[in-house]
């Protein structure tokens, strides 16, 4: 395994020790945005390991569930002064907030797809946010330098990193990138306004939610929200990007996201329906208005530019101690028969079932919050692509909006979890994929431009089986977190990190 011979056994293990001990005198936090996100899995970690998850855990054990992110979190301003009060600055008066921390960390990361060992990766910068009135806002900024031990480094996030070559930089040799989400919101009588680079996440899923999913890569977005009655209401521009390279002048071709989510609130039943429609190399904000149907919308531009789907979706909660969700996806079908019969390539469709456990105990006057989910998720051959490549698939920078595992592909995951006085977290998480190789099994695949319904399609032809384990253990402290991964079986990889908060 490339990144396992020089992997310092013995200085991690003093290191989780000293952490465990000294982090221990900390006060009970957690970390406080104006937003509740999806996770940040790649980059931009903060204090909070899974802040989504235990969201989500919280919902399955009897706060409100609303299955839409990023989104407000209403109890930040009225808690500002306790959850700001370690704030390197910090000012409150009654019309207006603010409070500025820096961040940072450093990582150990490598795997088998990577190919590399990235030692040290370091990165550092500003986490400020605040409100004035009915404006909220917020900002994590970072600067990143890694050092890379393979000759042809690849992106550990998936998006553009600058490589320096040794002769161009006195014989030193790195690779240099800057990081952001932000947020600035305006909550007015009628609604709320978002500017927002993050990553939308739509349905009652965590892993395998088909329209949009948390597993993608931030984007810039304007989005609506409002409310009547047991009724929200989600509309949705996101500026999407076609290749990962800030060199590449086709880059200069324009990718747009209009996605729309009704959630119907019921008590313990919740109901939505998502929407989206992609435009390449157009751009009709009469889409953005809510009440306009995408999918009729669709047929109103040349189908060459524009992608559409359709999703339906329910959750139904259960004595506050589980959750029982799923979700289907039409990305085209012939007729409803053609889906029945699901024999050729014009049924493209995609199905999400799963279910959430969790509880909450006391243990010695600390809360433990323990829980475990299960999914399924199945992908047909050609969902998300379309007629022509590196158009207007559902993707952004070559990875799907969607499921994480792209067309033509199958997943189990079931993973069990616990955070114990909001400080320790374990995560163990089981993946069974099968992934086909097959035409049709790639985002930029093609769908042919006639005679859909006499092409036959293949589900997972001779797909193999890839197991994987991933356990997990973090710390989040006040001013300090630590987190230890691994992935084992398949795609071995590690991950550590070490990061500050002031």
Do not use: C
């Not at 990235?118 to 990165?123: A, Q, S």
């Not at 531009?301 to 996806?329: H, K, M, P, Q, V």
């Not at 790639?442 to 197991?467: C, E, Q, R, V």
């Amino acid at each position: 395994m490339p990144f396992a011979a020089n992997f310092p056994i013995r200085s991690l293990h003093f290191l989780n020790v000293f952490l465990f001990f000294s982090g221990i005198a900390f006060s009970s936090s957690f970390a406080a945005s104006p937003i509740y996100s999806s996770e940040r899995m790649r980059n931009l970690k903060q204090l909070e390991t899974t802040p989504l998850l235990f969201e989500y855990h919280r919902m399955t054990t009897g706060t409100q569930q609303m299955f839409y992110f990023p989104r407000r979190d209403s109890s930040w301003r009225e808690n500002f002064a306790e959850n700001e009060k370690r704030a390197l600055i910090q000012y409150r008066d009654a019309k207006q907030a603010i409070a500025a921390s820096l961040v940072g960390g450093i990582d150990y990361r490598g795997g088998e797809t990577l190919g590399d060992t990235i030692w040290p990766g370091l990165d550092g910068g500003l986490y400020l946010r605040g409100y004035r009135d009915s404006v909220e806002f917020m900002l994590d900024a970072r600067i990143y330098v890694e050092n890379h031990s393979a000759s042809y480094p690849k992106s550990f996030d998936r998006e553009f990193v600058e490589f320096q070559k040794e002769e161009n930089n006195s014989g030193v040799e790195y690779a240099s990138y800057a990081r952001y989400r932000g947020m600035l919101a305006i909550n007015m009588g009628f609604g709320r306004l978002m500017l927002a680079r993050d990553v939308f996440h739509f349905g009652p899923g965590y892993y395998n939610n088909l329209t949009l999913n948390q597993y993608a890569l931030p984007y810039n977005t304007l989005s609506f929200e409002f409310h009547v009655g047991p009724l929200s209401v989600i509309s949705l521009y996101g500026d999407l990007r076609i290749y990962a390279n800030s060199m590449n002048r086709k880059n200069t071709n324009d990718r747009n996201l209009y996605a729309h989510r009704y959630e119907l609130n019921l008590g313990n039943l919740i109901l939505g329906m998502s929407e989206t429609q992609i435009l390449y190399n157009e751009n009709k904000v009469w889409l953005f208005v809510p009440i306009v149907p995408l999918f009729m919308e669709k047929g109103n531009f040349s189908e060459d530019n524009n992608n559409g789907a359709l999703a339906f979706d329910a959750n139904y909660r259960l004595f506050n101690l589980a959750r029982i969700y799923t979700e289907f996806y039409i990305d085209d079908f012939e007729s409803p028969i053609s889906l029945i019969k699901n024999d050729n390539i014009e049924a493209k469709w995609a199905w999400m079932a799963g279910a959430q456990i969790g509880k909450d105990f006391s243990v010695k006057g600390h809360k433990l919050e323990a829980g475990a989910i299960a999914e399924y998720a199945r992908v047909e051959p050609y969902v998300y692509s379309h007629f022509h490549p590196n158009t207007a698939q559902a993707a952004h920078l070559g990875v799907p909006l969607g499921a994480p595992n792209g067309p033509n592909s199958q997943t189990i995951d079931f993973a069990v979890y616990g955070r114990f006085a909001r400080r320790i977290n374990v995560n163990v998480r089981n993946t069974w994929l099968w992934k086909g190789t097959d035409y049709g099994s790639a985002i930029n695949d093609t769908t042919p431009t006639s005679n859909h319904f006499k092409l036959p399609k293949k589900f997972l032809d001779g797909a193999k089986m890839k197991y994987s384990l991933s356990p997990a253990i973090s710390y989040d402290g006040d001013f300090v977190f630590y987190q230890l991964e691994f992935t084992l079986f398949n795609d071995e990889k590690i991950y550590t990190r070490l990061g500050v908060k002031w």
